[in-house]
């Protein structure tokens, strides 16, 4: 064989070899692709004492949410889903872990010295966790409120790969703190030391942070977490935000005069809620905030390419608050709903609930399926293949997001552990409520018939004592005793 035929010979074979390898690229990329498309992008946003009504598609008409209606209309709205919990700490760890109050291991709202709330167990399985496993980026960027840094409830160490924003309740009652937290590491504040000046506003930072986390992991498959403390007291918003909402409501100011209430008070203590003379337009700005920073996810998921494989959910962790001037009466806050934060009636726990899915979910769909924040973690299972604990009280509502047949809950619960004792059961269209549970001789049982009275308005009890007799039952059942949290008096906390 010549010298020319062996040069043609190894020009072939080297040919060969790139083309074999381009292929072998391209198939990569191709599966890749594939893979990514099978897991989709999840981003939920929590929002703080946000009531059923507080957005326009739920209501609301003093104030507008163009993003948050927006996002119905593309996708599902749900009519009957319920929080967690009344109050802030166990909604969120009846959420992360997918069992109810009863079960879950964060049942209220529990100081931790310094700083931070009592922590979630190393034993609690988390959404978090579950999609870590399935080959997730986690980040949560908001309020935290189950364990402080180096404890086990550390967001850190409950599957979050990117913590950023509040891990302590208490601290998140201001929104121009000294801090904030990035994993381990305390970010300070410039221009808010000694709470004197309000110049940093943290929903701004922290809504940067969310965005970028999105930017950064927009070709892996990631789960936002997105717990917002909005519209949660204390009632304060930057002034190019407020101007917007200035003179468009009757005011009744908000005056504390607790000493260390206010920015640059002496004495100042993070618990209080800070002064407001104008409380309506500032609580409309803050919800308008809320809805346009919802609005810049969108946009977000969009310019980057990811907006037909990524799920939104959209929800709030309780009932509307009545604290730090906050007046839900005036915004007609739980429609026809009765009572707000710490009551078991549904103005307490029913909650707004969007899905929004491109070409999995029809748009402009509603649903009055009952489900509740303990069906979020087999939901997100069942979307992305994820393996779930098999002791958790939830059931996927998948089904019902993709219009097929929708198994349903026998039945939910949820216990109180503030202001004497409560507990709650629905089952179908009855709802029973428990009042002073610590105090037998003064414990008085509830019956309504939710599809005739959402309202509660009218106590059917001694009609009904075989209904009530089942329900309580039920109650009895379902609540497993917690040493951290005993179902008996404690001290109430305002988160």
């Known amino acids: ?19 074999f390898k381009n292929q072998s690229s391209t198939d990569s990329e191709i599966q890749r692709e594939k893979e990514k498309l099978s897991q989709p992008n999840i981003i939920y946003i929590l929002a703080d004492d946000l009531g059923y009504a507080d957005i326009g598609v739920y209501g609301q008409t003093k104030f507008d949410t163009p993003n948050l209606d927006k996002l119905a209309k593309e996708g599902m709205l749900f009519t009957q889903h319920y929080a967690g919990s009344t109050v802030c700490a166990p909604s969120r760890s009846v959420l992360l872990s997918g069992k109810h109050t009863g079960h ?67 601290q998140a009652h201001r929104y121009y703190p000294e801090h904030l937290w990035h994993n381990n590491e305390q970010i300070i504040l410039e221009g808010n030391e000694g ?12 809504q940067e942070k969310a965005l970028n986390f999105i930017e950064t992991n927009k070709d892996k ?8 403390v909005a519209p949660h007291a204390e009632l304060i918003v930057p002034e190019a935000e407020l101007e917007k909402f200035r003179g468009e409501f009757k005011e009744e100011p908000f005056l504390n005069k607790s000493p260390g209430a206010n920015y640059g008070d002496e004495n100042f203590e993070v618990k209080y809620y800070t002064s407001q003379p104008e409380p309506h337009a500032t609580f409309a700005a ?15 998921i969009k310019e980057l390419g990811l907006d037909q494989n990524t799920i939104i959910m959209f ?36 909650v707004p609930m969007i899905v929004r899915w491109p070409t999995k979910i029809k748009s402009g769909s509603k649903t009055d399926h009952i489900s509740a924040f303990w069906d979020i973690m087999p939901t997100l ?46 089952k179908g269209k009855w709802k029973a409520v428990k009042l002073n549970c610590f105090n037998e001789a003064k414990s008085t049982i509830e019956l309504y018939d939710l599809s005739s009275d ?21 109650m009895e059942t379902e609540h497993v005793e917690n040493e951290d949290f005993p179902f008996k008096a404690n001290v109430a906390n305002n988160y």
């Open 195 to 206: 709470f004197k000046n309000t110049n940093t506003y943290s929903g701004y930072l922290i």
């Open 286 to 300: 803050m919800v308008s905030l809320l809805d346009k920073q919802v609005g810049e996810i969108m946009a977000k």
């Open 104 to 170: 879950t291991a964060i049942r209220g709202n529990k100081e931790f010295d310094p700083e931070g709330q009592h922590p979630l167990d190393a034993e609690t399985y988390t959404i978090a966790e579950m999609l870590k496993d399935a080959g997730y980026i986690t980040g949560a960027f908001g309020k935290w409120g189950l364990g402080f840094v180096g404890t086990e409830g550390d967001p850190n160490m409950q599957g979050f790969h990117e913590f950023y924003g509040y891990n302590c309740q208490r």
């Open 1 to 19: 064989m010549n010298k020319l035929k062996i040069v043609f010979y190894v020009m072939l074979f080297t040919a060969s070899l790139l083309s």
């Open 381 to 426: 299972a069942d979307a992305t293949g994820s393996q779930v604990s098999e002791n958790i009280d939830g059931i996927s509502f998948l089904p019902e997001l993709l219009g097929q047949g929708q198994k349903e809950h026998d039945f939910l619960y949820w216990e109180f552990h503030e202001q004497g004792g409560k507990k709650a059961v629905r």
């Open 454 to 474: 959402v309202g509660e308005e009218y106590n059917i009890a001694t009609k009904h004592p075989e209904v009530l007799e089942e329900l309580v039952a039920i």
């Open 221 to 228: 498959p990631f789960f936002l977490f997105y717990p917002n």
């Open 315 to 350: 929800s709030s962790d309780n009932g509307p608050h009545k604290e730090g001037g906050a007046d839900p009466d005036f915004f007609d806050s739980n429609g026809d709903l009765k009572g707000y934060k710490r009551d078991l009636y549904e103005g307490g726990v029913r």
